[in-house]
């Protein structure tokens, strides 16, 4: 079979199509028939070597397909069934093995590339919105890329809870995409904070910071946050954060920061298959649009994390076998 391959890490050009051996799922596990892979901005930190992964390796974190063979111990899966997964490795390919426990059921009516879009950003968006810092009603909040894959999600979710959200975007398409998904206002990077307090009419109106993009945004977000307020800093698009002095909590209001990983908001079996529902439960109700702003050949990974690095990219960046 084929899989994007990486060697050696570095840029793009280091994805290599390559023929490759057959996986064989292990007791526990599931070989799948690709559909999609999942492209996310984790896959351009492993192919850097940013996160550690042993060489050589497949990359891609997510994606959905058709379960072919179950190992002796897997009980819930069957051949032929629908499946999607995420923090499992090895997306990039024509065929996987997959940890039973990273796998869920497709409902029927969410088609293979949907299940492929939602799982890994679905889960972050939801876990941000419900569990790190549970949105309510008269909340406000920021959601730093707004147009992204993770923000456009997001962006709908808090709404759904109540909150009032403001959005950052670089470009006016990728603004009026933040928008309606149900953004109040949509700021560029540059003076976000003062164009935020002008709109609010408040010093720090702001009850938490989703921020995604990390070195470009963390600083000027945390003086928006109200006295014991969250910033929840759960990614670094533009860089990671640098070392900070906590004593800008206490200076800024008692504040909180945390720096969540989706892995520990999906760690049981029954917190998967809850969030799974209900953003399944979600997308059958027409109440979350999943955006799938582009689609490339699998061959063609090296042009989807170009466009991804380079801010081309609105929504799901999807890859298929
Ligand atoms: P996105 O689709 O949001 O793509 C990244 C976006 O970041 C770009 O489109 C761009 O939007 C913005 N950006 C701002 N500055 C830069 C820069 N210097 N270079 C590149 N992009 C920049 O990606 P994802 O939705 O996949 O992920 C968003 C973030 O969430 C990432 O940091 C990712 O690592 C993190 N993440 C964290 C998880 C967790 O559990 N902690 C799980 C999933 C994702 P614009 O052009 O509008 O600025």
């Given at each position: 079979m084929r899989a994007q391959r990486i060697t050696e890490h570095g840029g793009p050009e280091r994805l290599d199509w390559a023929e490759v051996e057959e996986p064989r799922p292990g007791d526990e596990a599931l070989l799948v028939?690709?559909?999609?892979?999942?492209v996310n901005f984790i896959d351009t930190y492993h192919r850097e070597g940013r996160y550690t992964v042993a060489l050589p390796f497949i990359p891609g974190v997510e994606g959905s397909g058709t379960v072919l063979e179950v190992g002796a111990r897997v009980a819930d899966f069957a051949p032929g069934d629908r499946i999607a997964w995420c923090n499992a490795p090895g997306g990039y390919a024509e065929r996987v093995a997959i940890p039973a426990a990273r796998a869920v059921h497709v409902p029927d009516g969410v088609p293979d590339?949907?299940?492929?879009?939602?799982?890994?950003?679905?889960?972050?968006?939801?876990?941000?919105?419900f569990d790190t810092f549970p949105l309510t009603a008269g909340d406000t909040c920021?959601?730093?890329?707004?147009?992204?894959?993770?923000?456009l999600l997001l962006i709908q979710l808090a709404t759904a809870a109540g909150a009032r959200v403001h959005a950052t975007t670089s470009t006016d398409e990728k603004a009026a995409l933040a928008a309606s998904a149900g953004a109040v206002a949509v700021h560029r990077y540059e003076g976000f904070a003062d164009a935020i307090r002008q709109y609010e009419g408040k010093e720090r109106p702001l009850d938490v910071v989703y921020d995604g993009v990390g070195a470009t945004t963390f600083d000027e977000g945390l003086s928006l946050i109200?006295?014991?307020?969250?910033?929840?800093?759960?990614?670094?698009?533009?860089?990671?954060?640098?070392?900070?002095?906590?004593?800008?909590?206490?200076?800024?209001g008692s504040l909180y920061v945390t720096r969540p990983s989706l892995g520990h908001y999906i760690a049981t079996?029954?917190?998967?298959?809850?969030?799974?529902?209900?953003?399944?439960?979600?997308?059958?109700?027409?109440?979350?649009?999943?955006?799938v702003g582009?689609?490339?050949p699998l061959a063609d990974a090296a042009d989807a994390h170009r466009a991804l690095e380079g801010r081309a990219t609105t929504g799901k960046v999807l890859l298929l076998p």
């Open positions: 028939e690709v559909a999609a892979a999942g590339d949907l299940a492929a879009a939602v799982l890994l950003q679905g889960f972050t968006a939801h876990y941000l919105a920021l959601v730093h890329a707004g147009a992204g894959g993770v923000g109200r006295p014991r307020g969250l910033m929840a800093l759960f990614g670094a698009s533009s860089g990671p954060v640098p070392p900070f002095d906590l004593q800008g909590l206490n200076a800024n079996r029954r917190e998967l298959d809850a969030r799974a529902r209900d953003v399944f439960g979600r997308i059958d109700a027409g109440t979350l649009d999943v955006r582009a689609r490339f």
